[in-house]
């Protein structure tokens, strides 16, 4: 019985890594879906002001939240807003490699 002692924290302590890993990757995923929300409801703002004869980057980036206007691309032109965003990211190398965009158009009459 004395040989098992402690066997219990041991695997604890292996499984950490894997346990941390997928909490990361969960972060992630959260993290940029709700940057493709936020990108898809700017692109609409945007066509909204452009339908209103208003600025389009404006009024793109007056609909998102303060740490994401910075980092905000918004492009405009043939009736059409598209706005890409870089998710936040834990690391780095990761957050200059993803990039959301949504887009959105104001239709004719």
Known sequence: MRAQ????SVELLG????????ALVLFQLGATGYAAVLAGNAAEAGALAMAAGS??????R????????????????????RVHL?????????ARRLEVSGEASVNAP
């Open 5 to 8: 002692c402690g066997q219990a």
């Open 15 to 22: 499984s950490l890594p894997a346990v941390l890993l997928a």
């Open 55 to 60: 600025d389009v980057a404006a009024g793109a």
């Open 62 to 81: 007056e609909s998102l939240p303060g740490w994401s206007r910075a980092q905000a691309r918004v492009e405009a032109g043939h009736g059409r807003v």
């Open 86 to 94: 870089r998710p936040s990211s834990p690391l780095r190398f990761l």
